[in-house]
């Protein structure tokens, strides 16, 4: 990657920092130019790659699905459309099988969600040193391409969805019924201590399960393609076995790439059914 990268443990670091902006230990706003400068920044720094990919990611998927809806027809349907169409009707079966009140917000949510994750994790199937070259040719000391490998990132979208199942709750079953839920089930009101660690427990683990799942199988699936690409780093290297080497990385990169189309999607799906499902329960009047 550069000539300050000299060994596989600083490789590594490198591509799993995020280029962060915030408050310099000197006091001033700008871009960390390492670790422990973005660790010094604190909890208000931003990470400018994550919002950066997410948010053009985010206008892909609406001009796409903007595009095939102006340009939808009843006559013969062109690829973009019936893309489209597979996936809203895909959507649309998914929410009919586990939603099971009436809200026509559900729908379109799912289809963000999905829509969304999966262009973020597809990123992932980039080569991992592409986008970064071109960032440090152009003077940028980190580049991380997939969204969803930041935490921050997949944290702020379980936070909206949570947020979004409170507010419905509260909506559907009134103040009281929400708190009486927290307070009262499951062994009634002299369960009143265990009625709160529990609900609250549960109701604090829809959040944090959706968000760690979906960073953890990202960042994994990206660290594997990083370990792969340092194959190619002793291949160029080496005096003897070169060719071994070569060989194995493109037949584990290709391999794994392959299985990884399963993963990323897969992810999309989890995260898209489990926030239908939490919906459906803040809708009910017990779960």
């Known amino acids: 990657m550069s000539g300050e990268i000299h060994t596989s443990a600083e490789y590594i670091r490198h591509h799993l920092q995020n280029l962060t902006y915030g408050k310099l ?17 604190g909890f208000w720094a931003i990470n ?23 340009k939808a027809s009843a006559g013969v349907p062109s690829g973009l459309q019936n893309f489209v169409e597979w996936i809203v009707e895909f959507i649309d079966t998914s929410v009919r099988g586990s939603f099971t009140a009436k809200n026509d917000m559900v729908a379109p949510l799912a289809l963000t969600i999905f829509a969304w994750i999966l ?4 990123m992932d199937l980039l080569p991992i040193d592409y986008i970064p070259l071109i960032a440090q040719a152009a003077g940028v000391p980190f580049f991380k391409v997939v969204p969803t490998t930041d935490p921050n990132a997949t944290f702020g979208m379980s936070i909206a969805v949570f947020f979004l199942v409170i507010f419905y709750s509260i909506k559907m079953k009134g103040l009281g019924g929400f708190v009486g839920e ?17 609900e609250g427990v549960n109701l604090i683990a829809k959040p944090v399960s959706l968000a760690l799942r979906l960073f953890g199988n990202m960042y994994a699936g990206e660290m ?13 290297s080496a005096t003897f076995g070169s060719t071994l080497l070569f060989g194995s990385q493109i037949i584990l990169s290709l391999g794994w ?25 803040a809708h009910q009047e017990h779960h």
């Open 257 to 281: 790439a392959i299985f990884h189309i399963l993963i990323v999607t897969l992810q999309a799906f989890i995260f898209m059914t489990l926030t239908i499902v939490y919906m459906d329960m």
């Open 48 to 70: 400018l790659d994550t919002t950066i990919v997410a948010f053009v990611l985010g206008a892909v998927f609406l001009f796409l699905f903007a595009r095939a809806a102006q």
């Open 119 to 122: 262009l973020m994790n597809l």
């Open 224 to 236: 594997i393609f990083i370990l792969i690409a340092l194959m190619g780093a002793s291949w160029a």
């Open 25 to 41: 230990p000197d006091g001033t706003m700008g871009v960390a130019h390492s670790a422990q400068e973005a660790k010094e920044m």
């Open 182 to 198: 927290l307070t009262l089930q499951p062994f009634g009101k002299f369960g009143l201590p265990a009625n709160i660690f529990l």
